[in-house]
């Protein structure tokens, strides 16, 4: 089997490597044009990463049974170099970028019709999960958008309950970024005044995409039912997915190591930050801390936002009765 690296560096060889079909083979122009896009946008912090994981590492098998997987490490920088915002790509986004980006996407295929796309950048950052609106703006809908005229689209949301999944997206900006206070504030029983909402998102991403359709697991059953929910996202049966151990660099770190993270200088830049924070979280030399798990609520606290979650999961399956995908 192929596997290709988590990271490839942006060399001819890397432009190589794209452009040979999932066995390994040059491409020899038997493309077939796609007839499904299935696109799962995350969202982060919902076993994302081992899904990507695990994708690659079943491309082959997948292929053979009709369906392609463009890896993440492909797709994702592609699509940030037209959806970054500020970026000329995306300000001055038009027909002929659309266009270019799409020539771009098509080149990173390995031939199948049923094309599987895996990338929670589409809706935005980390931080997204710590504004009152979950992702107030979806970064890669025009992306999202030009593929829906190629062909049909299929979306797919993980989602997690709101007490584990905010302190690990603040978890996750810590790596990057100096403590913001808002995103701290979202960590106490404040978040109760603007309780975050699954139901609105969805929404939100069914009036942004018409036309598309969208099935939604819960990261609780991912955890158990991986298999089932990866043959779900492909679509068929594509053959026993690989067991991949979880990544370590996502796991939440300890709320002594959050502290720490916290307490560092400011004015550090965005990569001194990122060395000095993966030290603290990942054990990766002196300063590494270990503790307690980072648990910032209140047990009531933690309670309602539980209800809040189980609310909402209800008001999916009542007004959109086949889009969660139900473990039996």
């Known amino acids: 089997m192929t596997i290709m690296p988590r990271i490839l560096p942006c060399t001819g060889m890397f432009w190589q490597v794209l452009q040979r079909d999932p066995a390994g083979k040059e491409r020899s122009g038997q493309v077939q044009?796609?007839?499904?896009?299935?696109?799962?946008?995350?969202?982060?912090?919902?076993?994302?990463?081992?899904?990507?994981d695990t994708l690659l590492a079943h491309r082959d098998q997948m292929a053979r049974r009709g369906v392609d997987y463009i890896p993440r490490e492909a797709f994702g920088p592609l699509q940030r170099?037209?959806?970054?915002?500020?970026?000329?790509?995306?300000?001055?986004?038009?027909?002929?970028?659309?266009?270019?980006?799409?020539?771009?996407?098509?080149?990173l295929r390995g031939g199948a019709e049923t094309v599987l796309v895996s990338?929670?950048?589409?809706?935005?950052?980390?931080d997204g999960l710590l504004s009152p609106v979950f992702y107030p703006s979806f970064r890669g809908a025009h992306i999202v958008t030009e593929m829906q005229?190629?062909?049909?689209?299929?979306?797919?949301?993980?989602?997690?309950?709101?007490d584990r999944l905010l302190p690990s997206a603040y978890a996750q900006m810590m790596k990057s970024f100096a403590p913001d206070p808002y995103w701290q504030s979202r960590?106490?029983?404040?978040?109760?005044?603007?309780p975050p909402s699954w139901f609105d998102l969805i929404e939100r991403l069914m009036a942004a995409f018409p036309g598309a359709a969208l099935r939604v697991w819960r990261q609780e059953d991912y955890s158990a039912h991986w298999q089932?929910?990866?043959t779900a996202f492909a679509g068929r049966n594509v053959g026993a997915f690989p067991q991949i151990p979880p990544p370590t660099r996502t796991t939440s770190p300890s709320q002594e190591a959050i502290h720490q993270a916290e307490a560092l200088d400011r004015s550090l830049s965005v990569e001194e930050r990122r060395m000095r924070v993966k030290k603290i979280f990942y054990?990766?030399?002196?300063?590494a801390v270990a503790g307690t798990p980072f648990r910032p609520y209140q047990s009531e606290t933690v309670s309602a936002l539980r209800q809040k979650y189980e609310q909402d999961l209800q008001r999916i399956a009542r007004d959109y009765p086949d889009m969660l995908i139900r473990i039996e």
């Open 283 to 287: 054990n990766d030399g002196p300063d």
């Open 33 to 52: 044009p796609v007839k499904e896009w299935r696109i799962h946008l995350g969202a982060h912090k919902t076993a994302t990463t081992h899904v990507q």
């Open 187 to 194: 960590l106490g029983a404040d978040v109760l005044k603007t």
């Open 119 to 126: 990338d929670e950048d589409l809706l935005g950052y980390s």
């Open 81 to 107: 170099r037209y959806s970054n915002p500020g970026h000329w790509r995306r300000r001055f986004w038009s027909r002929p970028l659309a266009n270019q980006f799409m020539r771009q996407a098509q080149a």
């Open 149 to 162: 005229k190629t062909a049909p689209v299929t979306l797919f949301l993980g989602v997690r309950s709101y």
């Open 228 to 230: 089932k929910i990866l």
